[in-house]
């Protein structure tokens, strides 16, 4: 296996023979050579120190070396050779500036607007065919295209290969009233839970219940049963009943809690991205923890068009952490069980109309406990089909 920095700078493979070789290897850690053995007789070493192994080797140990090898040896071998060595350039740039270059663009997901539509609206923003894919600010487009094309809700512009792909979601349909799909069957409203009607409102059915009545789960509030006076017969009943429900929600926070605690922040890599081109500069390598943070800062590099340049620096960094024991004061505890209340009463009440709120709490051996009694107005009816047989 050859080092990246070997293969960047260059390296040959030394072979060595006869008496004596197996004093090479102690002999290159003692003069601090860095090298590679794949086997006992053979060494890959680093372009930048082979003239120091030759001056250890010569008149002591018979080996061989090969050519220069690698991108260094490449490069040696083509310096006075400088049209092939630009041509090779010229290649290397075009085939980056063609692998990366937008030739074809698909639509998904679309049906009100048509695929043509929707390229064109995308070309007015600054996506079209031939574009160089690296200085596509997509955001941007994304964004402009949302706010400018009232039937699509969301849009994600991707890329493999040469073609750009472009997901849209398209509004839901609202249905006027007019509009409404008639159900079928028969049903019954009654009770989700025990309750104080407060107001109800038939749109077809008959009234079981008035404001005032107190129900419970499961009794009937307005029936898909038809009285003689109304025509008899079965109906799916529909309405809208608000009861006036009473209930109570709790928190608790415990006064013990594990605090993190954050050492220094040390750098483990640095890398280099070129196009779609990843050079590792320089990596650690080391077991991370659970109790440990990996944060990478990524640095584009940009004109002063503010066009960003296929290029970027990526630092990786370790932020190793430790927990510990730590205890809420007397007021943390009320102004974190209070936040939780005030989320969980939200919750609950979601879809209902509040009435009236009493909030107490008290302390404990190992935190604080907090309860709200609630009275709200809510929807309580739910539909429960029958069979007329």
Known sequence: MVRVSFWFFGYRIIRVEGEGKEKITPLLFNKKIQFVSPSPDEYIVSEK?????????????????????GLG????RIKNKRGLAVGIFLSLILCLFLSNTVWDIKVEGNGSLTDSEIAAKLSELGLNIGDFWPLINRTEIENKFLIETE???????????????????EKDKIYDEDERVEKSGYANIVASVGC???????????????????????????????????????????????????????????????????????????????????INIFKKYRNYSDGCDI???????????????????????ILDCTNEKAFYTDEELVRLASRAMSAKNALRLNSSDLLKITTNGEFTDSGYKMYSDLVFLSDVGEAVEFSAD
Do not use: H
């Open 49 to 69: 120190q082979i003239a120091k192994l030759r001056t250890l080797l010569k008149d002591k140990y018979s080996y061989s070396e090969s050519e220069c090898l």
């Open 73 to 76: 040896g490449a490069v040696r």
């Open 151 to 169: 039937e699509i809700s969301w849009i994600n512009i991707n890329r493999r290969g040469t073609v750009a792909y472009v997901v849209v979601a």
């Open 196 to 278: 104080v009607i407060e107001e109800i409102t038939v749109k077809r059915g008959q009234a079981e219940v008035s404001p005032g009545d107190v129900v419970k789960a499961g009794d009937i509030l307005i029936s898909g049963v038809l009285p003689d006076e109304a025509g008899g017969g079965f109906c799916y009943a529909e309405g809208t009943i608000v009861g006036r429900l009473s209930d109570r929600t709790e928190v608790f926070v415990s006064r013990e809690y594990e605090r993190t605690v954050k050492k220094e922040l040390n750098p483990i890599s640095l890398d280099l991205k070129i196009f779609n081109l990843n």
């Open 295 to 317: 944060i990478e800062d990524v640095k584009v590099f940009s004109l002063k068009n503010d066009k960003s340049l296929p290029i970027s620096l990526t630092t990786k960094y």
